[in-house]
Structures are given as structure tokens and as C-alpha cells.
């Protein structure tokens, strides 16, 4: 599921919610209550542990064909 990032139009507040692309029209402000939210463009981040080494070189695929 996606992280999606709103800012609230009545008490600014902004928060981040995990929800499904089917339930974004039903999302609250947690702060207020209020359905006059926008969302906003948000960061991505990822990370990962596998296929790194300690030296932060990339080791997830091994040679072949």
C-alpha cells in the first residue's frame, strides 16, 4: 500500500497515511476531523538491507548468462 502525505485546509496540520488508492476520498484530518485535506507531493525513500555489503558496494546479482 502507498504512503499518502495531506496538509489540512482548516487546522494545517499535515500528516501521512497508508491506505489503499481506493480509500483516499474517505480520509480525515486525525488532528481535526475536517474532509478539507489536499494532498501533497510527498518524498520517497526506500531502503534495503539485502544485496549490500559493509562497504556499500552492491552485491545482489552474480555474474551469468
Aim: with cysteine; aromatic share 10%; proline share 5%.
Amino acid at each position: 500500500m502507498p504512503i499518502f502525505e495531506y496538509t489540512c485546509n482548516a487546522c494545517n496540520e499535515m500528516f501521512a497515511l497508508l491506505q489503499r488508492a481506493v480509500e483516499v476520498n474517505d480520509t480525515l484530518c486525525p488532528k481535526c476531523g475536517s474532509k478539507d485535506i489536499k494532498k501533497v507531493p510527498s518524498s520517497f525513500s526506500c531502503s534495503s538491507d539485502s544485496g549490500s555489503s559493509s562497504d556499500g558496494s552492491y552485491s545482489g546479482f552474480s555474474g551469468g548468462g
